[in-house]
Nanobody, 116 residues
């Protein structure tokens, strides 16, 4: 099993920045990818960004050039630096990981609200 604990999030004005962090514990050696998803009210959960153990990254088109995902050298935590935030980025952001055995784990979610 893997446990994920998120931190960061909150309220920010349009054009502002926020940083989300996620720390993993448990069967860390089994993790293949870690990433961030988000879910806005009335919408499906969508991938925001992910990073593999080999540091390959993947971003949603809507956040390319604004968001940056990074991981520590031990691949036990990830950060999501979010710049130039827009009201459309308002959502609950979830940390997720997938193991080599194709198991998925989720954090509890953290609210990001972009509003003036």
């Amino acid at each position: 099993q893997v446990q994920l604990v998120e931190s960061g999030g909150g309220l920010v004005q349009p054009g502002g920045s926020l940083r989300l962090s996620c720390a993993a514990s448990g069967r860390l050696f089994s993790i293949y990818t870690m990433g961030w998803y988000r879910q806005a009210p009335g919408k499906e959960r969508e991938l925001v960004a992910e990073v593999t153990r080999s540091d390959h990254t993947n971003y949603a088109d809507s956040v390319k050039g604004r968001f940056t995902i990074s991981s520590n050298s031990a691949k036990t935590s990830i950060n999501l630096q979010m710049n130039s935030l827009e009201p459309e980025d308002t959502a609950v952001y979830y940390c997720s990981c997938r193991t080599y055995g194709m198991e998925e784990y989720w954090g509890q979610g953290t609210q990001v609200t972009v509003s003036s």
